[in-house]
């Protein structure tokens, strides 16, 4: 991995909440930092979409632990109330998860 540093795009803002990050800048601080990013190698990568793909499968078995219980007890635990329960059973069941992770793009 190397850290590189370059000028800031032009209307960065657009194109950062174009690729889905809509959060970007906290009033008048940046979140993102525009002017640095980090090279990785073919190898970096494919040890990223490892790692993504693991953790994206945890969530989902947590998600299915969670939602399936019907006691409610787990969503309450986590401060969602009572008649929220209902809609989030329905979403999850009939909003598929994503058939495969969609590519990140970094630019750190």
Known sequence: MIR???????NWQQAVADDGLIWHTD?????????TYYSFAPGEIDL?????????????AAGDV???DKSGEW???????QKAHA?????????????QLRPVRLRL
Do not use: H
Request: aromatic share 10%; net charge positive; hydrophobic share 40%.
């Open 27 to 35: 009033g008048v601080d940046p979140y993102w930092r525009e002017g």
């Open 75 to 81: 969503l309450t635990k986590m401060g969602i109330p």
């Open 66 to 68: 969670i939602v399936g």
């Open 87 to 99: 809609a989030i059973r329905r979403a999850w069941d009939q909003e598929p998860p994503c058939p």
């Open 48 to 60: 990223f979409d490892e790692a993504t793909r693991s953790v994206y499968n945890l969530l989902l």
């Open 4 to 10: 590189k540093q370059v000028a800031q795009r032009l």
